[in-house]
């Protein structure tokens, strides 16, 4: 047996094989798995070396689960939320429970605080407005400025502007920079939003803020002018779930049922991607997280690594479903990317994620050369 490579794959795998289990063999293949040959109990697969799953307490998700990264130059973690309860996650893997929330209800958007503004973190919470706190779990100081009973579904900061607050059916609150203690402006669609509903909000890197609903098109605010501009991006009326910018400036807009759609930086023109001419697994998209180059895509029922520059699709083989809309990577030289599950928290281990798919194989697919109808060929 080559002792040396089992031994080297093992440390970086422990695998907890049952003690009379002992590989002498190891074998991978192009769809990023190891095969591992025993003396005497079989053949074992070794699947998904780059993912690992944290279980949480049973229905932890009920009241919606939220995922956010500290900036770069902090700790390695992601900071989360499940309704009333905080932890922090942790590379390589480790799930710390800090504290049961003392805000007045489960945090519905979580949000890093510029260290600007002194660091910390904004929190978002179903009908009690918007909380700062120097980390998830630690004593909460009401953002002045805001309704105190907002029923707050998304947060979005922009240096240029100020802080933006989506919220379940009131549209949107914007607390300018020139003071927190100044009422916020507030947005609805009688003066400017295509729908009081919010899902997602975007401050890019020029200042814009995306807006994301449903039933309408994609609403901008431009800092220049202070209004909002409106793009249609189909005849049906978008249905936007997720927003994100990538590291060339492209905005992203993920769908429910529409798929994927994207405006490259100095361009007006949208592009859709969608699972039958742009290889994207569901038409569904519930949370879109880029780390550089790459968007890591959330499925209801799978993962798919984005290549920004190609605009190429790759599927994340796993036997993990049921994803829920919330994913963040961590910072740091060796990133993790956590994405919440109906039955934990899935930690994917970046570097080995992107070497895995420079190795696995394409999908094989059919062709169909010729047919034949009672003996006779047809075209």
Same mark, same amino acid.
């Given at each position: ?29 192009? !769809? %990023?798995?190891?095969? #591992?040959?025993? $003396? *005497?109990?079989? +053949? ?6 780059? &993912? ?6 049973a229905n932890y998700a009920t009241t919606g689960v939220t995922l956010a990264a500290p900036p770069a130059g902090t700790m390695p973690t992601v900071w989360g939320t499940a309704g009333i309860q905080f932890f922090t ?20 958007a979580l949000l890093p605080r510029p260290a600007a503004l002194g660091g910390g973190t904004w929190q978002g919470v179903a009908h009690g407005g918007v909380w700062h706190a120097a980390r998830p779990g630690t004593p909460a100081t009401r953002v002045p400025g805001l309704p105190t009973d907002l029923d707050v579904a998304a947060l979005a900061y922009s240096p240029t502007s100020g802080l933006w607050v989506g919220?379940?059916? !009131? %549209?949107?609150?914007? #607390?300018?920079? $020139? *003071?927190?203690? +100044? ?6 669609? &009688? ?189």
């Amino acid at each position: 047996p080559d002792t040396a490579r089992l031994r080297a794959y093992l440390r970086r795998y422990p695998l907890h094989l049952p003690a009379d289990t002992v590989p002498i063999c190891l074998l991978e293949d192009h !769809d %990023g798995n190891a095969w #591992l040959g025993t $003396a *005497g109990q079989g +053949l074992w697969r070794h699947s998904g070396r780059f &993912a690992q799953l944290v279980p949480m307490p049973a229905n932890y998700a009920t009241t919606g689960v939220t995922l956010a990264a500290p900036p770069a130059g902090t700790m390695p973690t992601v900071w989360g939320t499940a309704g009333i309860q905080f932890f922090t996650l942790n590379s390589p893997l480790a799930a710390n429970t800090d504290a049961h929330s003392p805000l007045p209800g489960p945090v519905r958007a979580l949000l890093p605080r510029p260290a600007a503004l002194g660091g910390g973190t904004w929190q978002g919470v179903a009908h009690g407005g918007v909380w700062h706190a120097a980390r998830p779990g630690t004593p909460a100081t009401r953002v002045p400025g805001l309704p105190t009973d907002l029923d707050v579904a998304a947060l979005a900061y922009s240096p240029t502007s100020g802080l933006w607050v989506g919220t379940v059916a !009131d %549209g949107i609150y914007y #607390l300018p920079l $020139a *003071g927190t203690a +100044l009422p916020a402006v507030h947005f609805t669609t &009688a003066n400017g939003l295509l729908h009081n509903q919010i899902y997602a909000l975007l401050a890019d890197h020029t200042g814009r803020v995306w807006v994301a609903t449903h039933g309408t098109g994609l609403a901008v605010w431009q800092p220049r002018s202070r209004q909002f501009t409106y793009y249609r991006l189909n005849p049906s009326g978008l249905a936007a779930n997720a927003l994100a910018e990538d590291a060339e400036g492209t905005i992203w807009v993920g769908t429910e049922g529409q798929g994927l759609y994207y405006c490259p930086a100095g361009e007006a023109r949208w592009h859709p991607l969608e699972a039958v001419s742009g290889g994207l697994p569901d038409d569904n998209i519930s949370a879109i997280v880029p780390v550089g180059l790459r968007l890591l895509l959330v499925h209801p029922q799978a993962l798919a690594l984005l290549d920004a520059h190609q605009r190429t699709v790759q599927p994340i083989r796993l036997l993990a479903r049921n994803f829920l809309p919330a994913a963040a990577v961590s910072a740091g030289p060796r990133p993790t990317a956590w994405v919440a599950t109906q039955a934990g928290l899935l930690s994917l281990d970046w570097a080995a994620l992107l070497t895995w798919t420079t190795q696995v194989a394409a999908a094989p697919s059919l062709a169909l050369t010729g047919a034949e109808v009672d003996g006779e060929s047809r075209p």
